[in-house]
């Protein structure tokens, strides 16, 4: 049963089909939970003992992060399913999220950026944090600018899968850096249990923004991946019949 | 899964595995350069480097900041509660930079033990809160402090 359903989505004409009808129900609630998330933190969230109204770049910045390295874990297991199972819509969707996951990765630097320089006194270090982030953009742009690079889409969809998984290594680096090393970077605030380290009405806006932000990519890979799966495929008899006009 | 995909898989997970060795040994090998800063323990003990920058990180003492006559010149000691080094900085300090706090100095080490900073970041904790609650942690804080201050005599 999940064996067949995997094998008709597998099928990039089933695909294209399905995916068409998923769109708007990704879309509508990323806009609305964006919506709430950024009245929430923009408005009702109070300001911050020690930063003011500063802080409240934490609400863009750190979904964006946290997307960064989602949407890499993404792309290379994507890459993986593509290489060992050679499934098409796998090499799609690991090529699609790459421009998204470069978005993400270059607005987490940005808005970090514009922080560092009231807070820290800094717009750049080189601390471990920063660089490993920067070098994920870097991964980023060579999956793009690889996958461009070669004319055959299905040679190129497993050289990046290969780049992809070399870079993986770098994604426990980003999110340990913080302890393994000393950062100027402060430590996860979100990511532990043991005591909340920021108050609740500043953290439900920053998890709905997190929320909003992962079905955007959910939304845009999908759009992207129906755009690739139509130009790989437009010698087939499905993709013609889309275009010309019905008899 | 057929032989041949399970080769792959394994091909791939070998080279993600190596891969993950070799960063692992890098990233070892080149530690101390990944330190961002150097803690006042460790400047004392005579391990950071003498003779060019670096940086030192720890929090200002409180009660030690004083600032010279040109209105510009500050003077602090950095602590990590086990050692002290007293820095000096002329030039405009960062929002976030006021006793207690954790604060990255760059600069020099003179002869007679003061650093003479030419760069000084404020580091910033993990943690947000409205200006309420920190100052009812305060007062519970100071409380607590004056309690068992009581309990002992």
């Known amino acids: 049963m999940i064996v ?26 990323c806009a609305l939970l964006m919506l709430a998330g950024l009245y929430g933190g923009l408005i009702l969230a109070p300001p911050d003992y020690q930063q003011g109204d500063s802080y409240r770049i934490i609400f863009i910045h750190v979904p964006s992060a946290w997307m960064s390295l989602f949407i890499y874990v993404v792309m290379a297991a994507a890459g993986v399913i593509g290489l060992v199972w050679r499934i098409k819509l796998a090499e799609v969707v690991a090529i699609s999220s790459a421009p998204i996951g470069a ?3 270059f607005l987490a630097l940005l808005t970090g950026s514009l922080w560092g320089k009231p807070m820290w006194g800094a717009w750049w270090v080189w601390d471990a944090r920063l660089t490993s982030e920067l070098i994920l953009l870097f991964l980023y742009l060579g999956v793009i600018s690889l996958y461009g690079a070669i004319e055959d889409k299905r040679v190129a969809g497993r050289a990046v899968a290969i780049l992809a998984l070399v870079g993986v290594v770098n994604i426990p680096i980003i999110h340990y850096s913080v302890e393994w090393w000393n950062t100027l970077h402060q430590g996860a605030t979100i990511a532990k249990f043991d005591k909340p380290s920021i108050h609740m009405s500043m953290l439900v806006p920053l998890l709905l923004m997190a929320l909003s932000f992962k079905l955007f990519y959910a939304a845009v890979v999908l759009m992207r991946a129906r755009c690739e799966v139509l130009e790989r495929e437009r010698n087939s008899r499905w993709v013609q019949s889309l275009v010309e006009p019905q008899t | 899964m057929t032989p041949i995909r399970k080769k792959r898989l394994f091909l791939i997970g070998l080279m993600v595995a ?15 350069n990944l330190m961002f800063f150097f803690s006042p323990t460790e400047v004392v003990a ?9 940086r030192i990180g ?17 003077q602090f000691n950095l602590t990590d509660n086990a050692d002290d080094v007293t820095i000096q900085y002329t030039g405009i300090l960062p929002d976030l930079f006021r006793e207690g706090q954790g604060i990255i100095a760059m600069g020099q080490l003179r002869d007679d033990g003061v650093f003479v900073a030419s760069e000084v970041l404020a580091k910033h904790d993990e943690n947000y809160m409205p ?12 409380e607590g402090i004056r309690k068992q201050g009581e309990s002992l005599q």
């Open chain 2, 46 to 54: 005579g391990e950071a480097p003498k003779g060019h920058p670096f």
């Open chain 1, 103 to 105: 978005s993400f990765t």
């Open chain 2, 131 to 142: 200006p309420e609650v920190a100052s009812a942690l305060k007062t519970a804080h100071d």
């Open chain 1, 4 to 29: 067949r359903f995997f094998h008709q989505m597998a099928s990039p004409q089933y695909f294209y089909r399905i995916s068409g009808r998923l769109v708007p129900w990704f879309m509508v609630p």
């Open chain 2, 18 to 32: 190596g891969i993950a060795v070799a960063t692992t040994f890098a990233l070892n090998a080149f530690n101390d």
């Open chain 2, 58 to 74: 720890g929090l200002v003492t409180v009660n030690s900041v004083k600032r010279q006559e040109d209105g510009l010149t500050v």
